[in-house]
Nanobody
């Protein structure tokens, strides 16, 4: 499966962005999807994940209550709605697919397919 992340940009603190992860190729509905982010010089860190059917979601504590993940398998797309953005959310965001369909993982190794990153910059 091929993944294309988009929707990043520059926003002021307190603002919102919606990232999209569009998939093509093999049956997208078979895959859990996760979002990770990477700060300069750091390892990618888990942000949020959603199971293949959308029934389970897992959030990193740092984004709970501010970020929301959703998916539409008919459109082969996963979205990450990011509200109340903070400067510390500034990072390159990556979407990934794979692993356990119904119990999505929270580590990089849990995912088989990765999109290119999209830059999110939050100014103070």
């Amino acid at each position: 499966v091929q993944l294309q992340a988009s929707g990043g940009g520059l926003v002021q603190a307190g603002g919102s962005l919606r990232l999209s992860c569009a998939a093509s190729g093999r049956a997208f509905s078979n895959y859990a999807v996760g979002w990770f982010r990477q700060f300069p010089g750091k390892e990618r860190e888990f942000v949020v994940a959603i199971s293949s059917n959308g029934g389970r979601t897992y959030y990193a504590d740092s984004v709970k209550g501010r970020f929301t993940i959703s998916r539409d398998n008919a459109k082969n797309t996963v979205w990450l709605q990011m509200n109340s953005l903070k400067p510390e959310d500034t990072a390159v965001y990556y979407c990934a697919a794979g692993g356990s369909r119904y119990y999505p993982g929270s580590t990089v190794g849990d995912y088989d397919y990765w999109g290119q990153g999209t830059q999110v910059t939050v100014s103070s």
